[in-house]
Nanobody, 122 residues
Framework: QVQLVESGGGLVQAGGSLRLSCAAS????????MGWFRQAPGKEREFVAG?????????YYADSVKGRFTISRDNAKNTVYLQMNSLKPEDTAVYYC??????????????WGQGTQVTVSS
Protein backbone atom coordinates (compact mmCIF):
# COMPACT_ATOMS: atom_id res chain seq x y z
CA GLN A 1 0.00 0.00 0.00
CA VAL A 2 1.06 3.56 -0.71
CA GLN A 3 -0.22 6.55 1.21
CA LEU A 4 0.04 9.97 -0.41
CA VAL A 5 -0.14 13.31 1.38
CA GLU A 6 -0.16 16.61 -0.52
CA SER A 7 0.91 19.94 0.91
CA GLY A 8 1.89 23.41 -0.24
CA GLY A 9 -1.39 24.75 -1.54
CA GLY A 10 -2.62 28.21 -0.71
CA LEU A 11 -3.63 31.60 -2.02
CA VAL A 12 -1.38 33.40 -4.47
CA GLN A 13 -1.70 36.37 -6.80
CA ALA A 14 -1.70 35.90 -10.54
CA GLY A 15 1.86 35.66 -11.79
CA GLY A 16 3.08 34.22 -8.52
CA SER A 17 4.45 30.81 -7.65
CA LEU A 18 3.73 27.86 -5.41
CA ARG A 19 5.42 24.54 -4.85
CA LEU A 20 3.30 21.52 -4.07
CA SER A 21 4.70 18.45 -2.37
CA CYS A 22 3.46 14.89 -2.33
CA ALA A 23 5.02 12.62 0.26
CA ALA A 24 4.60 8.89 -0.18
CA SER A 25 4.81 6.33 2.58
CA UNK A 26 4.32 2.60 2.88
CA UNK A 27 6.74 1.55 0.17
CA UNK A 28 9.24 2.81 -2.33
CA UNK A 29 7.93 4.48 -5.46
CA UNK A 30 10.22 2.47 -7.69
CA UNK A 31 8.15 1.07 -10.52
CA UNK A 32 5.49 3.80 -10.25
CA UNK A 33 4.64 6.91 -12.17
CA MET A 34 3.46 9.83 -10.06
CA GLY A 35 0.87 12.20 -11.40
CA TRP A 36 -0.56 15.56 -10.41
CA PHE A 37 -4.20 16.19 -11.24
CA ARG A 38 -6.49 19.11 -10.58
CA GLN A 39 -10.20 19.69 -10.43
CA ALA A 40 -11.81 23.11 -10.60
CA PRO A 41 -15.40 23.74 -9.48
CA GLY A 42 -17.86 22.43 -12.04
CA LYS A 43 -15.16 20.86 -14.18
CA GLU A 44 -13.74 17.40 -14.73
CA ARG A 45 -10.54 16.30 -13.08
CA GLU A 46 -7.63 16.80 -15.46
CA PHE A 47 -4.07 15.61 -15.69
CA VAL A 48 -1.46 18.26 -14.97
CA ALA A 49 1.96 16.61 -14.85
CA GLY A 50 3.64 13.29 -14.21
CA UNK A 51 7.05 11.84 -13.45
CA UNK A 52 8.26 8.27 -13.62
CA UNK A 53 10.08 6.47 -10.82
CA UNK A 54 11.32 4.11 -13.49
CA UNK A 55 14.94 4.45 -14.50
CA UNK A 56 14.42 7.06 -17.19
CA UNK A 57 12.63 9.52 -14.90
CA UNK A 58 10.48 10.69 -17.79
CA UNK A 59 8.25 13.70 -17.26
CA TYR A 60 4.89 14.55 -18.78
CA TYR A 61 2.91 17.79 -18.90
CA ALA A 62 -0.49 18.95 -19.96
CA ASP A 63 -0.32 21.53 -22.74
CA SER A 64 -1.93 24.12 -20.48
CA VAL A 65 1.00 24.09 -18.04
CA LYS A 66 4.01 23.46 -20.27
CA GLY A 67 6.67 26.09 -19.68
CA ARG A 68 5.10 27.16 -16.38
CA PHE A 69 5.03 24.05 -14.19
CA THR A 70 7.90 21.70 -13.41
CA ILE A 71 7.56 18.29 -11.81
CA SER A 72 10.49 16.75 -9.97
CA ARG A 73 11.29 13.99 -7.51
CA ASP A 74 13.45 13.39 -4.47
CA ASN A 75 14.22 9.69 -4.24
CA ALA A 76 15.64 9.88 -0.73
CA LYS A 77 12.48 11.53 0.60
CA ASN A 78 10.09 9.49 -1.56
CA THR A 79 8.52 12.78 -2.54
CA VAL A 80 7.35 14.41 -5.75
CA TYR A 81 7.10 18.16 -6.23
CA LEU A 82 5.18 20.43 -8.55
CA GLN A 83 6.75 23.85 -8.99
CA MET A 84 4.09 26.18 -10.36
CA ASN A 85 5.21 29.50 -11.81
CA SER A 86 3.36 32.25 -13.64
CA LEU A 87 0.13 31.14 -12.05
CA LYS A 88 -3.14 32.17 -13.64
CA PRO A 89 -6.65 32.39 -12.17
CA GLU A 90 -7.63 29.40 -14.31
CA ASP A 91 -5.10 27.32 -12.36
CA THR A 92 -7.39 27.57 -9.34
CA ALA A 93 -8.38 24.04 -8.36
CA VAL A 94 -7.92 21.27 -5.86
CA TYR A 95 -4.68 19.53 -6.76
CA TYR A 96 -4.32 15.81 -6.21
CA CYS A 97 -1.30 13.55 -6.16
CA UNK A 98 -1.75 10.03 -7.52
CA UNK A 99 0.32 6.94 -8.30
CA UNK A 100 0.07 4.44 -11.13
CA UNK A 101 2.05 1.27 -11.62
CA UNK A 102 2.32 1.99 -15.33
CA UNK A 103 5.50 3.47 -16.85
CA UNK A 104 3.47 6.31 -18.35
CA UNK A 105 0.86 8.76 -17.03
CA UNK A 106 -2.32 7.26 -18.47
CA UNK A 107 -3.14 5.12 -15.45
CA UNK A 108 -5.02 3.39 -14.00
CA UNK A 109 -4.12 5.19 -10.80
CA UNK A 110 -4.06 3.00 -7.73
CA UNK A 111 -3.54 5.57 -4.99
CA TRP A 112 -4.75 9.11 -4.45
CA GLY A 113 -4.05 11.81 -1.92
CA GLN A 114 -6.72 13.97 -0.30
CA GLY A 115 -5.91 17.06 -2.32
CA THR A 116 -4.63 20.55 -1.59
CA GLN A 117 -6.39 23.76 -2.57
CA VAL A 118 -4.67 26.23 -4.87
CA THR A 119 -6.36 29.59 -5.35
CA VAL A 120 -4.98 32.19 -7.75
CA SER A 121 -6.41 35.68 -7.47
CA SER A 122 -6.49 38.16 -10.33
Amino acid sequence: QVQLVESGGGLVQAGGSLRLSCAASGRTLNGYTMGWFRQAPGKEREFVAGISWWSDGATYYADSVKGRFTISRDNAKNTVYLQMNSLKPEDTAVYYCAATREPGPLGPYDYWGQGTQVTVSS
